[in-house]
């Protein structure tokens, strides 16, 4: 078993849907959990961090960590179809910058 | 001006050759990094250096030998190349280990090895 589990999806929705990208993971030492957006042929860029459980909100992003639950979302408002991209969820406990990948899920939004 | 930098971004080439990727980054960051991304998406870090002191050796075969001659820049070296080792190589930067912003990465835009 992987130690971070995400659905590659593809997943493919309309213009304005609101999205739900989850992961799950079994290292209950993680601590630190980010979202990164990797458009085609292009490098990982963060777009979302969180210490420890709790939500955070940034515009039309908000992800959401549930420690007990060993699980992590990244929901996206009003998807546009520049949303369309793969999204990795990354995480790691204290060790020196090891991040800790799932697979990405790979995202289309139609207009 | 690109933060992190790979020279070069395709690497075709045959089995058994040796080749070098190169990483640079201008960010001022302590510690740099080698990911792999294999065709399924899966990322997963090699190496680690922070100030060129090696801090992260991840289950890489001997073929790989990262150097860092400085902290702004970290070289990727592979020899006798096999047909597996075909992937995206990305390498990325952060600030440094600590914690909090410190564990921001920025990724370069990956060097694509075919190997034939």
């Known amino acids: 078993q992987k130690e971070v589990e995400q659905d590659p999806g593809p997943l493919s929705v309309p213009e304005g849907a609101i999205v739900s990208l989850n992961c799950t993971y079994s290292?209950?030492?993680?601590?630190?959990f980010m979202w990164y957006r990797q458009y085609s042929r292009k490098g990982p860029e963060l777009l979302m961090y969180?210490?420890?459980?709790g939500n955070k909100e940034d515009g039309r992003f908000t992800a959401q960590v549930d420690k007990s639950s060993k699980y992590i979302s990244l929901f996206i408002r009003d998807s546009q179809p520049s949303d369309s991209a793969t999204y990795l969820c990354a995480m790691k406990g204290t060790s020196y910058g090891k991040l800790t990948f799932g697979q990405g899920t790979i995202l289309t939004v139609h207009p | 001006d690109t933060a992190v930098s790979q020279t070069p971004k395709y690497l075709v080439t045959q089995m058994g050759n040796d080749k070098s990727i190169k990483c640079e980054q201008n960010?001022?960051?302590?510690?740099m990094y080698w990911y792999k991304q294999d065709s399924k998406k899966f990322l997963k870090i090699m190496f680690s250096?922070?100030?060129?002191?090696?801090?992260i050796n991840e289950t890489v075969p001997n073929r790989f030998s990262p150097k860092s001659p400085d902290k702004a820049h970290l070289n990727l070296h592979i020899n006798s190349l096999e047909l597996g080792d075909s992937a995206v190589y990305f390498c990325a930067s952060s600030p440094g280990t600590s914690g909090g912003a410190q564990e921001t990465q920025y990724f370069g835009p990956g060097t694509r090895l075919l190997v034939l």
């Open positions: 250096y922070n100030n060129k002191e090696l801090i």
């Open positions: 960010l001022g960051h302590d510690t």
């Open positions: 290292n209950s030492a993680f601590q630190y």
């Open positions: 969180t210490y420890s459980s």
